[in-house]
Each structure stands twice: as structure tokens, then as C-alpha cells.
């Protein structure tokens, strides 16, 4: 059986293309006055709430915009029009960048754009706690040397002569160096 692949090509690109079509008209023109008449005439509960029969039956405007659609087109169009409204600039901005395509691949961009953003957080945090540690350690350090000059202060050492003397090891510490009085 021979199958025109032209003509099943061109069914598929002109799907494609109002598909896109489709999508830029509802995202441009309906989901953010859809948002806005279903927060009205559920006088805010909607979105925080789920859209019940109940709502939509004691509304004819709700009546109205959801005649002829079967429950799960109505949640669909629901959660579409409450996502756009609360992105719709990265929405907008995602369609200019790679083209109108459907709404569910265009939040799936947007979805995987945010995750990468959250672990550049996640490593901010974890540098704020590794710089935190190291005060912490540095602190440490510093009780450490404080306690062991108080305790030369209490024998009788200058303690500035001590921290000159220290210093003066850090900066050139060769254990290999013989000092002066053992050198022939």
C-alpha cells in the first residue's frame, strides 16, 4: 500500500501552523480576560480554590464561557488561562525566542528555564554556608592562638614579640634551615 507522504506532509504542517496560530490567539486575546472574569464571578475564590460545578452553575457569565465543553477541556483551559496570567511575560518571551507552538511545550520551557535558575541558588546558599564555616573555623583559630599569648603573658613571654615572631616562621617556615648557632 502506497501512502502520498506529500499530502500527509501537508496536512501535518498545516496542523502545525494553526496549532501555533491557535495558541498565540489564546494567549494574546483570551486567557488573561478569562482569568479575569473567573476570579470575578467567583469573587476571588478562584484560583486558590479549584472551579467546582457549583461556581459555574451560579453563574450565568461562567455558564456562558464554558458551554459545550466537557469538564476536563474546562480544567484544561482553566489551568492554562491561570498559568499564562502568572507568566505571561515569560510566556510571551519564550514564544518570541523559539517560536508559538503548544501551551503545554511553551510551560514546559518555562518549567525547565526555572529549574536551571533554582540549583545557581542552591549554590549561592551553599557558598554562603561554606563562607560562614570558615568565620566559624577562622574564629576558632583566632580563641586558639589568643589562649595560647595569654597563657605566654602569664609566664612572663611579650605576647607582641611572640605574634612578630610567629609571623616571621609563617612567612619563611623552612623546616630544613639550620639556625644560625648550629651552623659551622
Known amino acids: 500500500m502506497t501512502h502520498n507522504v506529500e499530502t500527509i506532509n501537508h496536512a501535518l504542517r498545516g496542523a502545525a501552523e494553526a496549532e501555533m496560530v491557535h495558541t498565540q490567539s489564546l494567549v494574546t486575546e483570551h486567557y488573561l480576560p478569562m482569568w479575569e472574569v473567573l476570579n470575578?464571578?467567583?469573587?476571588?475564590?478562584w484560583p486558590e480554590k479549584s472551579l467546582t460545578?457549583?461556581?459555574?452553575?451560579?453563574?450565568?457569565?461562567?455558564?456562558?464561557?464554558?458551554?459545550?465543553?466537557?469538564?476536563?477541556q474546562r480544567s484544561e483551559f482553566?489551568?492554562?488561562s491561570k498559568f499564562v496570567q502568572a507568566n505571561f511575560d515569560a510566556v510571551i518571551e519564550e514564544a518570541h525566542t523559539n517560536?508559538?507552538?503548544k501551551l503545554s511545550a511553551i510551560r514546559k520551557a518555562i518549567q525547565k528555564a526555572q529549574k536551571a535558575e533554582e540549583p545557581t541558588e542552591e549554590v549561592a546558599e551553599e557558598a554562603t554556608e561554606e563562607v560562614a564555616e570558615k568565620e566559624l573555623?577562622?574564629?576558632?583559630?583566632?580563641?586558639?592562638v589568643a589562649a595560647w599569648l595569654a597563657k605566654a603573658q602569664?609566664?612572663?613571654?611579650?605576647?607582641?614579640?611572640?605574634?612578630?615572631?610567629?609571623?616571621?616562621?609563617?612567612?619563611?617556615?623552612?623546616?630544613?634551615?639550620?639556625?644560625e648557632k648550629f651552623r659551622r
Not at 461562567?62 to 458551554?67: A, G, I, Q, S
Not at 573555623?137 to 586558639?144: F, I, L, N, P, W
Request: proline letters at 6%.
Open 99 to 101: 517560536g508559538w507552538r
Open 137 to 144: 573555623e577562622k574564629a576558632d583559630y583566632v580563641y586558639a
Open 154 to 179: 602569664n609566664v612572663g613571654f611579650d605576647s607582641q614579640e611572640i605574634v612578630r615572631l610567629a609571623l616571621k616562621e609563617v612567612a619563611d617556615p623552612d623546616p630544613l634551615e639550620i639556625p
Open 40 to 45: 470575578e464571578e467567583t469573587e476571588g475564590a
Open 78 to 80: 482553566a489551568r492554562d
Open 53 to 72: 460545578k457549583k461556581m459555574i452553575s451560579n453563574s450565568e457569565r461562567l455558564t456562558d464561557l464554558f458551554v459545550f465543553l466537557t469538564p476536563e
